[in-house]
């Protein structure tokens, strides 16, 4: 497919945002709603993007995004959502932080945090770390992942068997609107599992567009979860849900 300029525009704002919505564009673009709810028809039909309700995402399916596109997509809500979680976690505490871009977003803020211990199957993570003195961090061994420095595998998973922390701070690939945590790869969610076992408490960091995305590999449910920080209220279903399951709810 030929792509015009508009739809070219359109493909970097949603690979950049993760997510956009018909009435921003028609606004920008200066033209009508339903010239750009064709521009996204004749994008999907391509195979570039999803269509949901009022806009489009990026297309998922049965694998993820690339790490350096996960990167640049949402990165003003991961910082958010970075802070907003270290703010909740205290100096002197031990942690376990997992694979994917806003667990990182979390570690950037953590390098002015006091006496931390910190517990990684993230290369990423662990690079970031090194620049706090003041953290002791523990790297998982295993199978490396060189698209996006993650450790996965059975000796992963045996070797997080071996620590009690207070808090597991997880990242997810899709959010289910029955709360449901997604991912694609089943190696990457064994070790999460692991992870959340062996956490006094669990936070979930999300920014809003893993609602409007899908993966095939339950994790875990939003009732095992004790918050979720993200960058957006949820839709009113699933934030009746978290309060049943008194999971908190913090906005970045």
């Not at 018909?22 to 709603?33: C, G, N």
């Not at 706090?132 to 595998?153: F, H, K, Q, T, Y």
């Not at 701070?169 to 997604?182: F, H, M, N, V, W």
């Not at 669990?202 to 920080?229: Q, W």
């Amino acid at each position: 497919m030929a792509l015009n300029f508009r739809q070219t525009e359109i493909l970097e704002m949603a690979r950049s945002e993760g997510r956009v919505v018909v009435e921003q564009l028609a606004e920008r673009f200066a033209v009508t709603l339903q010239t750009i709810r064709r521009d996204l028809t004749e994008l999907s039909e391509a195979g570039l993007l999803d269509r949901v309700h009022g806009g489009a995402v990026m297309r998922t399916g049965v694998s993820n995004i690339g790490y350096e596109e996960r990167r640049r997509m949402n990165d003003a809500a991961k910082a958010a959502i970075g802070r907003c979680c270290a703010k909740a976690i205290p100096d002197n505490s031990s942690m376990i932080l997992n694979i994917g871009t806003t667990t990182e977003a979390v570690a950037r803020e953590l390098l002015n945090h006091r006496n931390i211990t910190v517990v990684t199957n993230n290369m990423n993570v662990a690079n970031i770390l090194v620049a706090n003195e003041s953290c002791e961090i523990m790297v998982a061994g295993g199978g490396l992942r060189r698209s996006d420095g993650g450790l996965v595998g059975d000796l992963t998973t045996q070797f997080i068997e071996q620590f009690k922390v207070d808090f597991a701070i997880i990242g997810i690939s899709a959010l289910d609107r029955d709360g449901d945590l997604l991912d694609f790869d089943l190696a990457e969610v064994r070790v999460a599992k692991a992870i959340i076992r062996q956490s006094r408490q669990t936070f979930l960091v999300a920014d809003a567009s893993k609602l409007d995305r899908s993966a095939p590999v339950k994790l875990a449910s939003l009732s095992e979860i004790d918050a979720i920080f993200t960058d957006r209220a949820l839709p009113d279903d699933l934030m009746a849900r978290c309060d049943a399951w008194h999971t908190a709810v913090h906005l970045g």
